[in-house]
């Protein structure tokens, strides 16, 4: 499998990884088991705090660990061509950022401010359009950029509210991006993941009833793991994909089809 994978030594940046139960901490673990090189970025000093923790505890190699605001075009920059300075070629990108002011989050969707509607977008989708743009140098060998998403992109979800706006224009991003980036042996996708108790999750108003909800009416009767996230990803990132582009794949035990 490892042979498939082609992953061995890869170069793969990961991005937003916030405690154990982020999504792109189950990403992380997978990568590991392929034996990719994986580099992280960090926005705040806490996070880099949490981050460098749960590598110790896991005996994971801290090589590259890269301060990266992605509200912040500069920071983007300076980060990239930090880590294409030190690792030469970028194999991949693991893009598992979003963020939306708490009161955005709550009440009537009619009543998000104009600030609020701005960030969420800037933070969760034109990110991933300002770190495809700042990578890109460094990808000479082509490679894989993969984004996280959720249904709330194409339904409205109660208490989603302007998170699933910015996840609708996150996954038409990747559609340009993957459009652009092609000619260059790059691909673009991003993976619709059913909820998991990230600290984001946190956040949503009742949540725990969605979770509820997706085990009693999706046809694997069960809610995801931050594992199967994280080998699907690892998929998506590999060889095995290398057809695939622009795609939004739900891993979500089949809710998404659900009538």
Known sequence: MEDLLKLKGKNIVVMGVANERS???????????SGANLIYT???ERSLGKLTKL????NYPQELIVQCDVNSDE???KAFAEIGEKVGVIHGIVHSIAFAHAEDLKGDFINTSREGFAFANDTS???LVAVAREAKPYMTEGGSIVTMSYLGAERAVESYNVMGVAKAALESSVRYLALNLGKYGIRV?????GPIRTLAAKGIP???EILKLIEEKSPLKRNVTQEEVGDMTLAMLSHLSRG???EVIYVDSGYNIIG
Not at 23 to 33: E, M, N, P
Not at 55 to 58: A, G, R, S, T, Y
Not at 189 to 193: I, K, M, V, Y
């Open 206 to 208: 009742g949540f725990n």
């Open 189 to 193: 996708n991003a993976l619709s993941a």
């Open 42 to 44: 960090y926005r705040l």
């Open 55 to 58: 590598l110790e505890q896991n």
């Open 244 to 246: 695939v582009t622009g």
């Open 125 to 127: 989708a034109y990110s």
């Open 23 to 33: 999504i792109a901490w189950g990403v992380a673990q997978s990568l590991y088991k």
């Open 75 to 77: 920071s983007i920059r």
